[in-house]
């Protein structure tokens, strides 16, 4: 797997070796990152936004935002292994004074944003496909306050998986890739 676009484009990214941590497929990358610069529907960009990118994985959503511009991300990976892998990946870029990095459960991290009153231009969220409660986490980040007028939500999900989304959320688009859907929202 690689960095597809901007300053870093072709460099590596180390994936786990377990199963627990399923990597976003450089297509589905691609194609989100490709929707995000040239659809109509989207006024956030990826050049000096701000970024959340829960449960990062190997955090190839972030390293790609920061490749292509972005001022700041910050990552959120609780599964240790992954987390280890997501260190190593982003030391191998020197992006220190860029992100901020948790290995914390995502629910501290929005709360953590909120007490230091950060907010996003575009949250991406890909939680493990088993994960049901997306509809709490959604309410939960629009509470919270982290987000922008206009931020931009990404949910990446199995495309079996029927969601229920909060009612004051919109869905601008929804893509379907083999066995992913992306979700492209704001509320």
Not at 37 to 47: G, P, Q
Request: proline share 3%.
């Amino acid at each position: 797997m690689r960095i597809i676009g901007g300053k870093f484009k072709n460099k590596k990214i180390f994936l786990p070796t377990d199963k627990q941590t399923r990597p976003l497929k450089d297509i589905v990358r691609e194609s989100i990152f490709n929707i995000i610069e040239h659809s109509n529907l989207i006024e956030n960009k990826i050049l000096n936004s701000s970024v959340l990118d829960l449960y990062s994985g190997s955090g190839s959503f972030g390293l790609e935002c920061l490749s292509r511009g972005a001022s700041k991300v910050v990552f959120c990976e609780n599964y240790l292994p992954a987390f280890k892998i997501l260190k190593k990946n982003l030391n191998d870029l020197n992006f220190y004074n860029q992100i901020e990095l948790f290995n914390e459960e995502v629910l501290k991290v929005i709360e953590k944003s909120n007490n230091y009153k950060t907010m996003y231009d575009i949250i991406f969220m890909d939680p493990p496909y088993k994960e049901n409660k997306i509809s709490e986490l959604l309410v939960y980040i629009f509470e919270k306050k982290i987000i922008k007028k206009n931020s931009l939500l990404i949910l990446h999900r199995n495309k079996k998986t029927k969601e229920k989304f909060p009612i004051n959320f919109r869905v601008l688009l929804e893509r379907t890739y083999g066995s992913s859907k992306i979700y492209f929202g704001k509320f």
